[in-house]
């Protein structure tokens, strides 16, 4: 009789989620102090906004996100423009909660050295990204710390600021008991659970794994782990009018993501069988022996974005967006209940 190897998990990977959530709690109670009047929504939402003129009809929408390990296997495979559209796209998808179109993005790049070759291939991308968004790449701060960073070592960073009318602002409030909600394929892992993956197939030690083919595909465990986070800002923008609210599946995937969308005393219900989990989240799955619930805490499984929509309207908005699907409803939960359940878990 063997063993069966251990299950791995975030936290051996050195990401501890419930750490990051309380970490997170200190930051709100901090930072409230300074908000004044003009603030509409603070930290804890996937956007802070904010009024600058009550007497204008706009409002501006902030958010602020790193790429994280995923730079790990962008250095591994000499790669580095796709990092730069993820984390502009990253950002793009964390104001649209708020029904926010981006105005300027500002970037910060980190490095051990100067190297121009791998600061231009960076820069190439947020450009890329921000260019098909209508976003200007408006500066940003690239900082040379030696004793900071290591070798290789860099670090990516992305600012973002989008408007939105007054009117057409997404509140979590809105939401209903009852509404539907939708998802929206994701490639990849986009620009969360790099750690675990890493953990997983040893990339630090063993670089030549990513030239390895993910089983059911025809591509290579490096070319999917480098596909850009993509941006649901063309798909989603003709039908702000006509939803109530988005969820951006990142860190924390749906139990943390799909609540930051909801009122106070909802929740949702997510039926996983409602869609194919892609062949990269198995093979991440069946090598590092994860857990299920692991999985669908860590990573978007196949699902970048949700969509809440009230039910008269569902219909219409799936059949406006090219791809969209029904992975569930919204429901009263009680406060000491879990704010999401995945059926068929």
Known sequence: MTNRPAA??????????????AVKDRIKAIAAAT?????????????????????????LVASTDGVGTKLRIADALGRHDTVGASIVNHCINDILPAGA????????????RFDPDKIAEIVSGLARACADAGCALLGGETATMPDIYHGNDYDLAGFIVGTVRKDALLKPENTRAGDVILGLASDGLHTNGYSLVRSVFDTDENPSVLATNVPETSHTLGELLLR???????????????????GHITGGSFYKNIPRALADGLGADIDISTWSVPPLFDFIKEVGHVEDREMFSVFNMGVGMTIIVEPGLADDVMNSIPGAFRIGEVVERAPVEERTKLIGL
């Open 8 to 21: 791995k998990t975030y936290a051996d990977a050195g990401v501890d989620l419930a750490a990051a959530a």
């Open 228 to 246: 850009p986070h993509l941006s649901y800002l063309d798909v989603i923008g003709p039908v702000l009018g006509k939803i109530r609210g988005l």
């Open 101 to 112: 179109r981006p105005l300027f993005f500002l970037d910060y790049i980190g490095l051990s």
């Open 35 to 59: 908000l004044g009047s003009a603030v509409i929504a603070g930290p804890g939402g996937f956007g802070g906004v904010i009024d600058p003129d009550p007497s204008g009809d706009t409002l």
